[in-house]
């Protein structure tokens, strides 16, 4: 069988290669052939040994594999091109415009922060704060039980602790004045805050003499405002007449706005006082002080006594 295959093969390469030479090859005269021909281009099916289907199916690049020996359905595997990765750009760098705008807005984020932090301050350890807010939101119910009871309890001593605390730190400043020396007639009381020394030192002294504190002020300036209201001035108080004590901050314990007291004695150079908020738990409580004649310490009172 393959003698004939091999023999026709060659018939046609030297038919071929006559003809490219231009050269008459007389024609074979045809001999019938006897039994069956097999097609020259089909192969007899080829044995696979040594080598599993697994590993031959890894090397298949296209197509499927008709008729696999060991009767799977395998085919190619899809292959996926992916896209152009490209790496991203860095931002530029901020211009230092936008840097200090950056900067400009946190600065006044920073102090909106700050305004509204000490103004809630104000509005719960402050009784003026307090007295606003009940004015706006309304008191806070009762709720009748003993937790909430121990519970308000508890923020009530906090926040009058707070209260304390700020208004001794605080003692002797003046809100309504901002800072300035003005004189009234003093036929009226000018409005204090109610738990400071100033306001017990111009209601205890009117109780005394029936007159008026007529200037504005912190405690410190009330020195400055009696002797810009014509009252009478010294370093040691009268003999009975009634005065007020002005100690400038820091003397003897006053606060960094002074303080202020009514004199209702003396024995040598320790002059007996009547005070408001005096000390840590002193707002809103009257006492007695004694304080020492000394630098920083001055005297005041109406020159009618």
Not at 21 to 29: F, I, V
Not at 83 to 105: A, Q, Y
Not at 154 to 168: P, Q, R, V
Not at 194 to 222: K, P
Request: hydrophobic share 35%; glycine share 10%.
């Amino acid at each position: 069988m393959f003698s004939v295959k091999r023999s026709a093969m060659a018939a046609s390469r030297t038919k071929a290669s006559a003809l490219s030479k231009g050269e008459d090859q007389p024609t074979a005269p045809l001999v019938p052939v006897t039994g069956a021909l097999q097609n020259p281009l089909t192969t007899s099916p080829l044995s696979i040994t040594g080598t599993s289907w697994s590993t031959l199916d890894s090397r298949v690049a296209t197509g499927g594999l008709a008729n696999p020996p060991d009767g799977s359905n395998l085919s190619r595997v899809p292959v996926v091109i992916k896209g152009e990765l490209k790496r991203p750009e860095p931002l530029p760098p901020p211009s230092p415009e936008s840097r200090r705008k950056h900067s400009k807005r946190l600065w006044i984020l920073g102090i909106v922060v700050l305004v509204l932090t000490i103004a809630a301050t104000l509005l719960v350890t402050t009784p003026q704060g307090q007295e606003l807010t009940a004015k706006v939101v309304g008191p806070a119910p009762n709720s009748g039980t003993l937790v909430s009871g121990q519970h308000n309890s508890n923020e009530s001593s906090i926040s009058a602790l707070a209260t304390t605390t700020y208004m001794y730190e605080n003692d002797g400043f003046d809100p309504y004045a901002y800072g300035q020396v003005t004189v009234s007639s003093g036929k009226s009381s000018l409005p204090w805050p109610y738990g400071q020394c100033t306001y017990w030192a111009n209601y205890y002294y009117h109780e005394l003499t029936g007159y008026w504190v007529q200037w504005s002020g912190n405690a410190d300036q009330w020195f400055q405002g009696a002797q810009m209201a014509g009252w009478d001035y010294g370093q040691t108080p009268p003999v009975g007449v009634p005065s007020i004590i002005v100690l400038l901050p820091g003397v003897q314990g006053a606060s960094s706005y002074g303080h202020v007291a009514v004199v209702t004695g003396r024995s040598g150079n320790v002059v007996h006082t009547s005070n408001m908020n005096w000390g840590y738990g002193g707002y809103g409580n009257v006492e007695e002080v004694d304080f020492t004649l000394g630098p920083g310490v001055y005297f005041v009172w109406h020159p009618a006594n």
